[in-house]
């Protein structure tokens, strides 16, 4: 008998029904007003932290490089995304779609722009120039007076981070990395983690993909500072410093170098962490520094090591465990 | 050309008729004050298998490194299908038909069998990142062909059912034969084998010698290999080039290779009581 497999159509089915009941149940939760303004806004946080770490995983734990100025494209996407919303040329609905897209090609844009130099050095090389591109972004939305309003603050952002808008950009950003990761074009970015001779040996333009793999990172990058512009309704390029950048490489680690479940799990426990500590006052950061260093010292790989989880493939073990006990049982009666 | 030119050393009869797939001409290479390689010149038929011997550390390796560009040669010119691969890179040559395998196996360890195969068959797809993000079907079309060529290859060397597992996983001899399988997906004209037996067993070899000579007949192409288990060279090369301190001491068939005092000289150093300089 062949090994039952859910087809294609069905397991599409099923996750997209299961991701729409997620968005009915969360949007009735957040609107009902069963949550306070900081749990809202701590759901929000959530979500862009996902999108943040899941478009770093893309560059760390697929490609294999250490850049550490994610902050940086961050901030760029969010300045786009901010500036735009606040001239409010569109009507609502659309200048969210615009403003996001245009927040994800602005940093896909400087992704690709820093890439080109940056990517010719790897490992330790590539962590400091990155590191010295993200400084420098921060430091030109600092003093570039006339549109940022520098240091004082981009004020008045349209508060467009809702439930809704967030859930299906961290929806968007999944699917898309996933769906990347499983064509020729992400064998092409882990056969470069892998081994860059081999790879070349096969044909595969190493250079392009690296820089490309940068661009979209930068992409998803930009659309979550756009969402967390509207979310703050304030932006100062201080939020955008060195130690974000580190935070989110925590993320990327702690759930698991390659795994995207794992970083989903680690941005919700460690945006989460912080807020439920929050009575213990200012023994919160020491319980949050050793729950990081247990989890490293048990789980090196990260609490998910590189596994991804699959629904549908969840779904065909247990169907055809049943079908074995069948098969047995029919068995034993003949 | 004909018999006898020093430039064709070893076309075998069949294919005389026709343009050599691969032609080096006065190839060479210096390290600063080192030259690896001088002088080398080699052709190779469309449908030849030849070898490449010397002892250590002779520039049998650094050739295979010349040939596919991971090094730029000083001098020289080598020619694909009589096409230049001057100032070519890696994925250029590749392109242009030559795949190889490396000494110390470079596989992509966390990928499985399949994946390993379906990187070799990169270029073979042509789908771009839009159809790949929202599976247009484009997509599921060449995925689909390119699955079914790789199961296809794997089933040369009997690997269809490992075909899920990590590379990494696999036995030694496996991965050796996992190589070849990803160089042949890429569609070469000329396959480069750098010490395709070495860690092998008597059994494996013989079976590696059989599976070199079923791709040189099924796919019609040439295969240049580096070797130091002389059975396996002397068994299947039709033409053989032995190479000591970056120079070509010797060119000729097994038979001519086998009684040239150069090349006893090399692998033996000269007899006679004369003493080593």
């Not at chain 1, 820093?114 to 790897?122: C, D, E, S, Y």
């Not at chain 1, 007076?145 to 439930?163: E, K, N, V």
């Not at chain 2, 079309?141 to 390119?146: D, Q």
Request: net charge positive; aromatic share 8%; with cysteine.
């Amino acid at each position: 008998m062949k090994p039952f497999t859910l087809p294609m159509p069905a397991r599409y089915g099923i996750n997209t029904a299961l991701l729409i009941i997620f968005l009915i149940v969360g949007n009735a939760v957040t609107q009902s007003g069963m949550l306070g303004r900081a749990q809202n806004s701590l759901i929000i946080q959530i979500g862009f932290f996902i999108i943040l770490a899941v478009s770093l995983n893309l560059m760390t734990g697929y490609l294999g490089q250490l850049p550490l100025g994610h902050a940086g494209f961050m901030a760029v996407g969010g300045y786009a995304g901010a500036l735009f919303w606040r001239a409010q040329i569109l009507p609502d609905g659309a200048s969210i779609v615009v403003g996001l897209l245009l927040a994800g090609v602005t940093a896909a844009f400087v992704g690709f722009l820093i890439g080109i130099p940056a990517l010719r050095l790897r490992g330790d090389y590539l962590a400091i120039i990155t590191l010295g591109f993200g400084e420098i972004i921060r430091v030109v939305l600092n003093n570039i007076d006339w549109l940022t309003y520098g240091a004082r603050g981009l004020q008045s952002i349209p508060r467009h981070s809702s439930f809704t808008v967030v859930y299906i950009c961290v929806i968007f950003t999944c699917a898309a990395i996933h769906m990347l990761m499983k064509s020729r074009h992400g064998r092409a970015i882990l056969s470069i983690r892998d081994n860059e001779i081999a790879a070349e040996s096969c044909g595969v333009n190493t250079t392009y993909y690296k820089v490309m793999a940068f661009a979209v990172s930068a992409f998803f990058a930009g659309i979550a500072g756009a969402l967390y512009a509207g979310n703050q309704g304030i932006l100062v390029p201080a939020n955008f410093d060195f130690m974000t950048s580190i935070n989110i490489l925590m993320i990327v680690v702690l759930g698991g170098l390659g795994s995207m479940m794992g970083s989903v799990i680690a941005a919700s426990i460690l945006t989460f962490l912080p807020f439920v500590l929050q009575p213990l006052n200012e023994y919160r950061m020491i319980i949050y520094s050793l729950l990081l260093i247990i989890v490293m010292i048990f789980k090196p790989s990260g609490l998910m090591g590189n596994y991804d989880f699959s629904l549908s493939r969840i779904i065909e073990k247990v169907v055809r465990r049943i079908q074995k006990a069948k098969g047995a049982s029919a068995d034993e009666t003949r | 050309m004909r018999p006898g030119d020093p430039r064709a050393p070893f076309i075998p009869d069949r294919d005389y008729d026709k343009s050599p797939v691969m032609q080096c001409v006065g190839l060479g290479i210096d390290f600063g004050g080192l030259t690896a390689v001088d002088d080398f010149n080699i052709s190779v038929g469309p449908t030849e298998i030849c070898g490449l011997i010397g002892p250590n550390g002779a520039g049998k390796t650094t050739v295979f490194n010349l040939l596919t560009k991971v090094y730029q040669p000083s001098r020289g010119t080598i020619l694909i299908n009589g096409k230049d691969t001057a100032r070519l890179n890696t994925i250029a040559a590749n392109k242009l038909g030559l795949a190889r395998t490396f000494q110390n196996i470079r596989l992509f360890q966390n990928m499985t069998v399949l994946e390993n195969v379906l990187v070799g068959l990169h270029n073979e797809m042509n789908y771009g990142l839009t159809k790949a993000i929202f599976r247009l079907p484009g997509y599921w079309r060449a995925e689909k062909i390119a699955k079914e060529r790789a199961r296809e290859l794997l089933s040369i060397f009997d690997m269809e059912d490992t075909a899920n597992y990590k590379a990494g996983s696999l036995p030694y001899g496996s991965q050796r034969r996992l190589e070849i399988v990803r160089a042949l997906a890429t569609n070469p004209v000329i396959l480069l084998l750098d010490e395709p037996a070495a860690g092998m067993n008597p059994a494996e070899t013989e079976e590696l010698m059989e599976n070199i000579q079923k791709i040189n007949k099924t796919f019609q192409i040439a295969i240049l290999l580096i070797e130091h288990d002389m059975k396996l060279v002397m068994g299947i090369c039709e033409g053989i080039a032995a190479l000591n301190y970056g120079r070509v001491i010797a060119k000729g068939t097994p038979a001519e290779i086998q009684s040239n005092p150069k090349v006893i000289e090399a692998y033996l150093g000269t007899g006679g009581g004369k003493p080593d300089a």
